[in-house]
């Protein structure tokens, strides 16, 4: 296997051209495809600042042994190239969508007589008519029998005109769903312009049409032929609800696609949403594992050159949620695929912004739809894991924080998170005793993990459970001192220090050799110790405001003639506070201390009143 000095020397020798790089694993397979603008700048960022890399790029490099590169001659070749070498290999860690759906057309030969609409699987060079491409074979079928009923064509397999006259007219015009061309009930004419109107409400056009036999239908009622009127007046009825009902998905006459990448915890969506004259008509999704914000535009370049690859059709406009990497380039293989002017863009104001905002709204919904909250707690877990390179999901944590007021009260706290959720009966705290006076949070925290690993290595039950990651509320230094004490008990967990930034908001995690990784554009992660760092802070200080408030009643009461330990303990369980004890009047006070005592309580939370 090729050890990463290795690889940086290859990197060394690459070209400052575009081309495609195929990045292989330890038995040859190929595991990755990119393109690049200067390939040797590209592939130098995948083996520089490898903590910084999203966790599906580090697993990838984790996983690289070789690579080989294919120079082109422009970044449009490139890119053609990259998407046909990703078809080829299929592989691991690009975004693959399945093709084995398909996108089918619907085929209709106006030319012959009484046409009949089928479902195919591509257009072909031949005189019919092609409407598509569909979401899927269900979706045409579907259209078609929408117009079918809408304008009342047939759906059998007779052949006419040759059989018209010979059969008995089937079940389907005796109900009134067919015009029964079979029996002569219409003539060829009438027949074709059917068709010629159904195929109108599939390319889009249904409100024109409707339109129009509006117009006849009026006509036909001015001139009192009131029969025609009623049949124009239900085919234009029909034939709306056809028009809102209809599914296409796309097709030489759309507006526009929209794209929208969303993120969620654990998952990441992309959304299209197909408008056809200005109508939405449809909408596709996929759903993608393991993915971060940081991954957005990777994906959407990825998906967009695949997608339009399958379907082979695309719209004059396409809009984007977000700046792809080469725009230009892309849009150039959009008009290849096409044959006609593409253009791509990511909608700035007005009304398409409006509907790229929905297309991220639908995205984020599906997100929502697919995760439970079990199943996102687990993915936290699992991409902790991948992120800090764990050979196994972490299931427990604890984590660990000082605090202390202006260098007194100095405490310590420890919270465990067990499967994602807070574990409070496994909650801990420590009064520490080593730090007397000043702030040595080293110090403290030296302190509190050397008696908890203590407890641990004395067999104490409280302590006797280890976390899967230990935890720390600070940046290297404390992770360093707490990655000693693990050292001297024997313990070999992991540690993490939760670094914040200058505005105290979680940035990332530090381990004890000076790696930080960054957690903001992974959400799961970010969440997860994000939590854990304001739980922990949350249980040091409310434990540390406990005991200067004890202190204070400890001190008041202190300050009484004649008021030790006992007295002041039982003061307290009857009376609960020093509030209420300054309140109580001699009688109630006797009720728990000696005469004299009782009085010395009254008098002194008395002094300076006027008698």
């Known amino acids: 296997m090729a050890t990463r ?101 619907i085929r209709v030969n106006t030319d012959q007589p009484y046409p009949v609409f089928t479902v195919v ?101 001015e001139e009192e032929h009131f029969e025609q009127a009623a049949q124009l007046r239900d085919r234009m009825r029909a034939i709306q609800r056809a028009g809102q009902h209809q599914m296409v998905v796309a097709s030489g006459f759309s507006d526009m696609d929209i794209i929208a990448f969303a993120q969620g915890e654990t998952k990441g969506c992309i959304v299209v949403l197909h408008y056809i004259a200005g109508n939405f008509h449809d909408k596709e999704y996929v759903m993608l594992d393991g993915t971060c914000a940081e991954d957005g535009r990777e994906l959407l370049e990825s998906y967009i050159k695949q997608y339009y690859s399958m379907r082979g059709v695309v719209p ?18 959009l008009r290849s695929v096409a044959g006609k002017k ?24 599906e997100i929502t ?68 006076e000043g702030q040595d949070d080293y110090q403290a925290m030296e302190e509190m993990l050397t008696r908890r690993l203590q407890r641990w290595k004395d067999g104490d039950e409280k302590f006797s459970e280890l976390p899967s990651v230990f935890m720390i509320d600070g940046g290297l230094g404390h992770v360093r001192i707490a990655k000693a004490v693990l050292d001297r008990f024997g313990c070999d967990r992991p540690v993490f220090g939760m670094v914040k930034d200058d505005h105290h908001r979680t940035r990332g995690l530090v381990a004890p050799d000076g790696r930080e990784f960054s957690i903001a554009t992974t959400p799961a992660v970010f969440a997860l110790v994000g939590r854990m760092q304001e739980e922990v802070h949350r249980f040091a200080i409310t434990y540390q405001r406990a005991l200067r408030q004890s202190d204070a009643v400890r001190s008041e009461l202190d300050r009484i003639p004649g ?39 009254y008098e002194y939370f008395r002094k300076g009143e006027k008698p």
């Not at 593409?342 to 709204?361: I, N, S, Y």
């Not at 008021?563 to 300054?582: M, Q």
């Open 369 to 436: 739809r697919s995760e439970t909250s079990t199943q996102r707690r687990q993915k936290s877990l699992e991409l902790f894991g991948k992120m800090m390179g764990l050979e196994q999901v972490p299931v427990s944590f604890e984590a660990y924080d000082i605090s202390n007021l202006a260098g007194t009260h100095t405490v310590g706290s420890m919270i465990v998170f067990e499967n994602g959720q807070p574990k409070r009966s496994r909650y801990r705290k420590f009064r520490i005793e080593s730090v007397a």
């Open 316 to 333: 004059g406009l396409v809009l984007v949620s977000e700046e792809i990497e080469d725009m230009a380039t892309v849009e150039s293989f």
């Open 121 to 221: 699987s591509s257009p072909k060079k031949d005189a019919a008519r092609y409407i598509g491409p569909y979401a899927g074979r269900g979706a045409a079928f579907q259209a078609i029998d929408t117009v079918s009923r809408a304008l009342g064509l047939r759906d059998c397999q007779r052949v006419l005109p040759r059989d018209i006259g010979k059969v008995r007219p089937c079940l389907n015009a005796q109900m009134g769903r067919c015009c029964a061309p079979c029996a002569g009930a219409v003539t060829q004419e009438e027949y074709a312009q059917r068709v010629l109107q159904a195929v109108d409400v599939l390319e889009g056009n249904s409100e024109q049409l409707a339109s129009q036999l509006e117009q006849q239908m009026y006509r036909a009622a």
């Open 5 to 105: 000095e290795e690889l940086h020397r290859k990197v060394l020798t690459l070209p400052k051209e575009p081309g495609v790089y195929i990045m292989k694993n330890c038995h040859g397979q190929v595991i990755y495809v990119g393109k690049a603008k200067v390939l040797k700048n590209r592939v130098s960022q995948y083996f520089q600042n490898e903590a910084k890399h999203t966790p599906k790029t580090r697993k990838m490099v984790e996983n690289i042994d070789n690579f080989d590169i294919i120079v082109c001659g422009s970044e449009f070749e490139a890119l053609v190239l990259e998407n046909q070498m990703i078809k080829k290999y299929k592989p691991k860690y690009n975004i693959l969508l399945k093709d084995d759906k398909g996108y089918p057309f």
């Open 563 to 601: 008021i030790g330990e006992k007295r002041r303990t039982a003061l307290l369980r009857k009376f609960k506070s020093v509030k209420r004890i300054r309140q109580a009047q001699l009688e109630e006070l006797e009720t728990v201390l000696p005469h004299g005592a009782a009085v010395s309580v």
């Open 342 to 365: 593409v253009t791509l863009t990511v909608p700035q104001r007005g009304r398409r912004r409006e509907l790229m905002q929905m297309a991220k709204k639908n995205a984020s919904e």
